[in-house]
């Protein structure tokens, strides 16, 4: 059975959530109390309806419990995004991801019992900035304080060297867990496999490892 998912408010990222998941194929219920929101995404989800989710009888008779997973994505009303929220937790809906719009919001948002917190802006600002301190950084993703995941350029100083030969694990400490050339991607690169510039390879480690390796490797010019 086709999962089922709701996305309470229509701005531009549960506008763009919700055309991510109807793409996919998922039943999307889009709500908004905005009329002219709703009528946009009237053909893009499954179901649109113009309803205000503070009010819990409107949830109760959506049938909001039934959804596999609400996502609430109301952008500045914080109180309403948590009486939403508390709402939703009270109704015993099985998956709540909420968008935060600051540390104080998360922090509440965790305490009444959401499921997933997400800080778009301020995930996409770290990203961003990663990318114009170092431009062989091309994606970054933060597992914890100290792991992450990035996207590096492979540049001259790399160009035709074998993994074995560059010996990042023993140096520096990362994984590289797969490489990028052009449209293919090796997920499993053996060690003897040799590097090309532009070649772009994901690399798994700690925060501190990866910029050595970054610094001593990819920083060509
Ligand atoms: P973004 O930053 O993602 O663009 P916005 O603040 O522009 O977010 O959009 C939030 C959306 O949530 C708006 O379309 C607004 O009408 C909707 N919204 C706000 N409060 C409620 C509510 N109580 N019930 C349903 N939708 C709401």
């Known amino acids: 059975m086709k999962k089922q998912f709701a996305v309470i408010g229509l701005g531009r990222f549960g506008g763009s959530i919700c055309e991510s998941l109807s793409k996919q194929g998922m039943e999307v219920l889009a709500i908004d109390t905005n009329e002219e929101k709703v009528n946009r995404y009237a053909n893009v989800a499954t179901h649109a309806v113009v309803a205000d989710s503070t009010d819990e009888s409107t949830l109760k008779s959506l049938g909001i419990r039934n959804f596999d997973h609400v996502i609430v994505a109301i952008g500045d009303n914080i109180q309403s995004s948590i009486l939403t929220t508390l709402m939703l937790v009270e109704q015993g809906v099985k998956h709540i991801t909420v968008k935060a719009q600051n540390d104080y919001h998360e922090k509440v948002l965790n305490k009444i019992g959401a499921h997933k917190v997400v800080h778009p802006e301020r995930d996409m600002g770290v990203r961003i900035a990663h990318n114009i301190v170092s431009k062989n950084v091309l994606d970054y993703l933060e597992l914890s304080d100290e792991y992450s995941i990035v996207e590096l350029m492979a540049g001259k100083a790399v160009n035709g060297k074998s993994l074995i030969e560059l010996d990042i694990r023993a140096k520096y400490g990362c994984n590289i867990m797969a490489i990028k050339r052009g449209e293919s991607i090796n ?35």
Do not use: K, Q, Y
């Not at 499993?188 to 070649?199: F, K, R, V, W």
């Not at 925060?207 to 490797?217: S, V």
């Open 187 to 221: 997920v499993s690169p053996h060690a003897n496999e040799l590097l090309h510039s532009g070649d772009i390879l994901i690399v798994i480690g700690a925060d501190a490892d990866i910029n050595r390796m970054e610094h001593t490797l990819f920083d060509d010019d």
